[in-house]
């Protein structure tokens, strides 16, 4: 297996993991998330854009599993220290290769692509409901800085 940033050809492949990674996400919460697909354009423009890279983990041919990356600023505002910082935006592996270290290679790999930009860190959101992979960021020493909360009527 290999590590390597997505070019336009493996769309497809990204394509179909969108699907998954989304239909899970509805499973886990229903109430606010639905299977979909994700719009090719926001595909393309991660892969061609400087600000961003789709990481793959790929097998012979085959796409297991990416990470979406983008580098951002913190927002304007007066009382945040401003920071230069990598977002991961999403991460999936196939259902059929999970437990193989794969989200984790592609998560050693997201941290070298911040540290090469010379980032101030990594930051990514993850439902806590998606249990293994709360405890996969936690290994590979992610902490939790802050939560969501919500008043439902």
């Not at 991460?91 to 999970?98: D, K, P, T």
């Amino acid at each position: 297996m290999e590590i390597k940033t997505a070019t336009l050809e493996e769309i497809p492949q990204i394509e179909i993991l969108y699907q998954e990674l989304f239909l899970k996400m509805s499973i886990l919460q229903p109430k606010y998330l639905q299977p979909a697909k994700q719009d090719l354009s926001f595909i393309t423009n991660s892969i061609i854009e400087n600000e961003s890279d789709i990481l793959i983990a790929k097998k012979e041919g085959q796409v297991l599993g990416f990470l979406l990356i983008k580098e951002t600023i913190t927002p304007p505002y007066t009382c945040l220290i401003e920071h230069k910082y990598a977002f991961v935006i999403d991460v999936i592996v196939g259902n059929q290769y999970q437990s193989q270290g794969i989200g984790t290679a592609l998560l050693v790999d997201a941290k070298k692509w911040a540290e090469n930009r010379n980032l101030d860190y990594l930051e990514l959101n993850v439902l806590p409901e998606n249990i293994g992979a709360v405890a996969l960021y936690e290994k590979q020493g992610f902490k939790d800085m802050n939560h969501t909360m919500r008043f439902e009527f």
